[in-house]
């Protein structure tokens, strides 16, 4: 199946593209302000009839989804390739097939999880993996209750990923506005009832978080409608229906879905072990604060990504130099501003009872800037050469961070895992990044100059002015962000041959 880039009927309509990727990207704006309004007086609600100790546990528990992203063994990339590929969703049997994969894969994966929150629970290891930041009255219950539910709910993810794949990404992002009404309403209603639960306030940001996967599957199962549910009854025939190949699609997405996480958010288990509460309380809070500002600068980077990819489909040599300074300033700025704003937020949060030191501040505006910096060119290297350069820099960020973040705890307390962030950022992701994609763009450049007289004589076959990767089929996102958007990118022609997708080679 190829993609024609040429003349007035192939040209791709970057317009209509551009106007799909803003919708999403205002669509998360507006939810994440939403929910950082709703965020900030829940933070004051915990804090002030629950305590600080109650907010340190509950923002240490809430890390495990960003800890366990690699839960759907990189699942998404199959589903989301099998619905964006297809011109007939609601019939087409591939696509069936993908549905089932993806259910199977998942129960089992939840499942695994679910019995390992019961193990570690009865066991009592809780204390030993998550250190003080758990509370002797009920810490170690909840954290298992929270990983079962996130164990249970991931089968019913599937959803997302059909919206992903379906091109209806704003509809996903506009549900999680669900979440932080629903937090605050339960915990305002616990509050005024004087339910005692303290230890468990994480559990309910898990089942509040479990909505957005039922609202997305119960509309994904609308735009498909018979596919979703015909696959649940097929999931338990393995022998008599059979699905698609998955680990060579998966293995490249589930390599950067366990090294980020791992190296970007052990920062509260780290201050849990080697400092202590009132360290975590202030880490958490400034997380939720700055958290506000990185999701926003993300909900924009993701914007760029079909720029990029448009451009390798028709041929262009598309520069992100110029995005990459001006995410940069933006960063700042935004950073800038809500380190200025931050202390009369953080007193308004916690009512006093947390301070951000000089420290964090700063840790974070620089944080803010080389993430934002970096959303460019991460969007640029959404190519199989440019997913395969990433690998080995993030996997060295792992140790890196780790151990910056340790030292810096010693010496600046609860700002050392901002700063070990921040310095790895730049050293294992923009500057490699920056390097590679200036040589990418200087060959780029030479090809297209070498190769456009060339282009007239090619097949009549719909792959004029397609790179060799696009042909392929190849691309794929590699930033933690979006890596799940991302993957739709190659659907068309991750269908060849048998019908059942690529070869390990050839199908990511």
């Known amino acids: 199946m190829s993609r024609s880039t040429t003349g007035a009927a192939g040209r791709p309509r970057r ?8 919708s999403t990207a205002a669509t998360k704006v507006i939810v994440m302000g939403l929910s950082g309004v709703l965020g900030i007086i829940t933070s004051r609600m915990i804090i002030q009839n629950f305590g600080t100790d109650a907010y340190a ?30 011109s007939s969703v609601r019939t087409d049997d591939f696509v069936k097939r993908s549905i089932v994969t993806a259910f199977r894969v998942l129960l089992v994966s939840g499942g695994i999880m ?31 209750l929270c990983l079962a539910v996130f164990g249970l709910v991931i089968p019913l993810t599937v959803g997302q990923r059909i919206l992903v794949g379906l091109k209806k990404t704003s509809t996903q992002v506009a549900s ?24 468990y306030l994480a559990v309910i940001s898990y089942v509040a978080n479990s909505l957005v996967s039922v609202i997305c599957l119960i509309v994904a199962a609308r735009a498909l409608s018979p596919q979703i549910g015909s696959a649940v009854k097929l999931v338990p025939r393995i022998r008599s229906y059979r699905g698609v190949p998955a680990l060579g699609l998966a293995w490249p997405m589930l390599v950067q879905m366990i090294a980020l996480p791992v190296a970007m958010q052990t920062g509260r288990l780290l201050l849990s072990h080697l400092a202590g509460p009132d360290e975590l309380a202030q880490y958490n809070l400034a997380s939720q604060l700055f958290g506000i500002v990185l999701q926003t600068v993300a909900a924009a980077g993701i914007a760029l990504w079909p720029v990029y990819a448009a451009a390798r489909s028709a041929g262009r040599v598309e520069s992100p130099t110029v995005p990459t300074l001006w995410f940069l300033l933006g960063g700042l700025v935004l950073g800038t501003a809500l380190a200025v704003l931050s202390p009369f937020l953080a007193r308004f949060v916690s009512g006093g ?87 990418d763009l200087g060959r780029r450049r030479a090809e297209a100059a070498a190769g456009g007289a060339a282009g007239d004589d090619a097949d009549d076959d719909g792959t004029v002015g397609l790179d060799v990767d696009e042909q392929r089929g190849d691309e794929t996102a590699t930033d933690q962000a979006i890596v799940e958007r991302a993957a739709a990118e190659p ?4 269908r060849s041959g048998d019908g059942r997708g690529d070869g390990p080679e050839e199908a990511r």
């Open 176 to 199: 999680q506005a669900v979440v932080a009404p629903f937090m605050l309403l339960a915990i305002g209603s616990a509050v005024m009832f004087s339910v005692p639960v303290g230890s």
């Open 491 to 494: 659907a068309s022609d991750a």
């Open 15 to 22: 317009g209509g593209a551009m106007a799909a990727v803003g």
């Open 114 to 144: 679910v019995a390992v929150a019961l193990l570690i629970t009865l066991a009592g290891w809780w204390p030993v993996l998550l250190g003080e930041g758990l509370l002797p009255d009920g810490g170690s219950l909840a954290a298992g």
């Open 353 to 439: 009872a947390i301070t951000l030191d000089g420290w964090m501040l700063v840790g974070f505006v620089v944080f803010v800037g080389l993430q934002a910096a970096k959303y460019p060119v991460g969007m640029y290297m959404t190519d199989k050469t440019g997913l395969v350069f990433q690998v080995l820099p993030i996997v060295l960020m792992v140790p890196l961070n780790l151990g910056l973040s340790w030292w810096f705890i010693g010496q600046v307390g609860a700002a050392g895992p901002v700063l070990g962030s921040a310095i790895s950022v730049a050293l294992c992701q923009l500057v490699p990044n920056l390097w590679y994609v200036s040589r």
């Open 57 to 86: 546990q509950y923002g240490l528990l809430s890390t495990f989804p960003t800890l366990l992203p690699f839960a759907d063994l990189g699942i998404a990339a199959i589903v989301i390739n099998a619905v964006a590929g297809s």
